[in-house]
């Protein structure tokens, strides 16, 4: 099994949405597993269903985080599989949103982020 793993910045998916300069590591992972086909356009397909599980990662699903442990079993789960070798895990992310730039530590805002 294949698994693409996308970071999902959730400072804008709360209710209320959080301050873009609040500190801290504040992101969930969206999981997509691709349906495989023999479409030429396939690459296509999988951006789409990327782009439909980040969509997921809504004010609904963040509230949701906080009520019980569905979600944590679920990562348990692929982390075993992952660890069994019974899954490969593609792990992407954007900083294009983030807001890394204006993150200050009070020695100044970053001049380079990589």
Not at 33 to 57: H, L, W
Not at 60 to 76: A, S
Request: proline share 5%.
């Amino acid at each position: 099994m294949y698994t693409l793993v996308h970071a999902v910045n959730l400072r804008t998916r709360t209710n209320p949405p959080l301050p873009d300069h609040y500190l801290g590591n504040i992101f969930r992972v969206a999981i997509t597993v691709p349906s495989m086909t023999n479409d030429k356009f396939m690459c296509y397909e999988i951006a789409n269903q990327v782009r439909d599980e980040i969509g997921k990662v809504d004010g609904e699903y963040v509230r949701m985080l906080g009520e019980g442990d569905n979600h944590l079993n679920f990562l348990k789960e692929r982390a075993e599989m992952f660890t069994k070798g019974e899954m490969v895990s593609l792990n992407f992310m954007s900083v294009c949103r983030f807001p890394l730039y204006k993150a200050d530590f009070e020695w100044g805002k970053p001049v380079w982020v990589i």
